[in-house]
């Protein structure tokens, strides 16, 4: 049977990338930023999963504004990654699991979650930075990984809520597939950042606390939130950390946080990172 070893959230700023392929990590701008991401290698070296599954959101490289599904899972054996106008560097190409994404997809829809299902998908800045961030430049990456997009870009946007129960019913998804498969979830955005307007620049450390801390202890404080809500706090794109909660919600409602670290601002954001296990699950990397 497939299991869940655990859940990583991470913001996916284009910067980080670019400062990655520069071999800018030692700079003071950016040593402590990516000193945060140690302990997530050291446990990602410890739990050794086979398979990741990206929770993120497309920025107009896969799909244009004429057509934005709500929910997209990758269903395909490759993910090829291109250039789209950040000067970031193009990466190896990532492999997929069409086979275990069907399950998915046919658990997910089973559960009421229409997702749409893609067989071809470049894969952005949402999904590569953080893989990037996790397991860095190899030539080959050394887990299987399967998208999941959500629409952060083009209103009407999906709940907090919505994302908190889609992680529930991925976890049942995972867990019904008879392969033996460790799966990592990772979401990905956030966390507070506006790009554009007259809060261009908006930033609020307070709120991000808050939601590292909703997102560990009590998720129903975020899923209490309305979009609005999260938007004025949070600014427009700081709306993406809702992605965050589909990770929460593959979990058990008790977790045991592994590392927690914030850092800002990172270009026009505030940048954290989060490990969790379920709490009762005691990581032992040789099952
Ligand atoms: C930035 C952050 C993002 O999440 C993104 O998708 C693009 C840019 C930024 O802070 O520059
Ligand atoms: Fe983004």
């Not at 049942?172 to 008879?178: D, T």
């Not at 809500?229 to 993406?240: A, C, D, K, N, V």
Request: net charge negative; proline share 5%; glycine share 8%.
């Amino acid at each position: 049977m497939a299991r869940i070893v655990g859940g990583i959230t991470t913001s996916h700023i284009p910067a980080i990338g670019k400062a990655m392929s520069e071999g800018m990590e030692s700079d003071p701008y950016w040593e402590r930023f990516f000193g945060g991401y140690e302990p997530v290698k050291e446990w990602l070296a410890k739990v050794n999963p086979d398979l990741a599954i990206i929770v993120y959101n497309d920025h107009g490289l896969n799909f244009s504004l004429d057509t934005v599904p709500t929910f997209a899972l990758g269903c395909a054996d490759r993910y090829e990654n291109a250039d789209e106008g950040w000067g970031l560097k193009t990466l190896a190409s990532f492999e997929g699991d069409a086979a275990f994404s069907w399950h998915l997809a046919e658990s997910l829809i089973n559960q009421d979650f229409d997702i749409t299902t893609c067989q071809q998908m470049l894969v952005d800045h949402g999904f590569v930075v953080p893989m990037a961030l996790l397991w860095r430049h190899l030539p080959k990456w050394p887990v299987k990984t399967i998208p999941l997009a959500v629409n952060m870009v083009q209103h009407p946007l999906t709940s907090a809520r919505r994302c908190l129960d889609l992680g529930k019913s991925l976890r049942r998804a995972i867990e019904s597939y008879p392969d033996d498969q460790k799966v990592v979830i990772v979401g990905t955005g956030g966390m507070s950042h506006q790009l554009q307007g007259e809060r261009a620049g908006h930033i609020n450390v307070d709120f991000d606390l808050q939601c590292m801390e909703s997102v560990i202890n009590n998720p129903e404080w975020i899923t209490a939130l309305d979009n609005t809500e999260i938007i004025q706090r949070g600014g427009t794109e700081g709306i993406e950390v809702i992605m965050w909660l589909v990770m929460r919600g593959a979990l058990k409602p008790d977790v045991k946080v592994v590392h927690k670290h914030y850092h800002v601002p990172i270009s026009n954001t505030g940048a954290g990172v989060l490990v969790l296990e379920d709490a009762n699950s005691g990581t032992d990397p040789s099952c």
